[in-house]
T-cell receptor
Framework: GDSVTQMEGPVTLSEEAFLTINCTYT??????LFWYVQYPGEGLQLLLK?????DKGSNKGFEATYRKETTSFHLEKGSVQVSDSAVYFC???????????FGKGTMLLVSP | DAGVTQSPTHLIKTRGQQVTLRCSPK?????VSWYQQALGQGPQFIFQ???????QRGNFPDRFSGHQFPNYSSELNVNALLLGDSALYLC???????????FGPGTRLTVL
């Protein structure tokens, strides 16, 4: 079945550092790929998405590129802020469906 | 534009009891999905409702059931509660069964 693997956290960075959170997936066909973010005590917020190979999703300085050849969708940000501290989830939905399969999440802690 | 809302925010039950959680979808959305998020884990798909019928189901026992009303709102029912049912229950809505899902803040269920 479909699955998503994320790098384990926590990822601890200083403010203005470069961020990469790795995500790889296993799925048949051409899934859509997503990054969701969860702040403490809250639900999930959609951060960005990509629906086909080589698409780049971007939002609030975060970017991720859909790499079919490496089945990856790594999240990057050039300069993190303390307010980016949260748990980040990589997820996929099969082609033609909206139901999501999530990774286990990666906690990001940014210090001033 | 109202987002996805869920009630109650928190709930405490004892083993063997039954619980009902409620969700109102984002304005304009007609499809509701439910997820269970155990502590420190990614959300797991329970089921999806569209046109008042269960359309897809994840790997959850029959103790988990649901309903969708004509106004697209939805309920999640869990019977014979187990300690392992303690989790954050997330509702997500979308326009149709293929569109991006948007999440509510969740209901925290504690089973004692």
């Amino acid at each position: 079945g479909d699955s998503v693997t994320q790098m384990e956290g926590p990822v601890t960075l200083s403010e203005e550092a470069f961020l990469t959170i790795n995500c790889t997936y296993t799925a048949t066909g051409y899934p859509s790929l997503f990054w969701y973010v969860q702040y403490p005590g809250e639900g999930l917020q959609l951060l960005l998405k990509a629906t086909k190979a080589d698409d780049k999703g971007s939002n609030k300085g975060f970017e991720a590129t859909y790499r079919k050849e490496t089945t990856s969708f790594h999240l990057e940000k050039g300069s993190v802020q303390v307010s980016d501290s949260a748990v980040y989830f990589c997820a996929l939905s099969p082609s033609g469906y909206s139901t999501l399969t999530f990774g286990k999440g990666t906690m990001l802690l940014v210090s001033p | 534009d109202a987002g996805v809302t869920q009630s109650p925010t928190h709930l405490i039950k004892t083993r063997g009891q039954q619980v009902t959680l409620r969700c109102s979808p984002k304005s304009g959305h007609d499809t509701v999905s439910w997820y269970q998020q155990a502590l420190g884990q990614g959300p797991q798909f329970i089921f999806q409702y569209y046109e008042e019928e269960e359309r897809q189901r994840g790997n959850f026992p029959d103790r988990f059931s649901g309903h969708q009303f004509p106004n697209y709102s939805s309920e999640l029912n869990v019977n014979a509660l187990l300690l392992g049912d303690s989790a954050l229950y997330l509702c997500a809505s979308s326009l149709g069964q293929t569109d991006t899902q948007y999440f509510g803040p969740g209901t925290r269920l504690t089973v004692l």
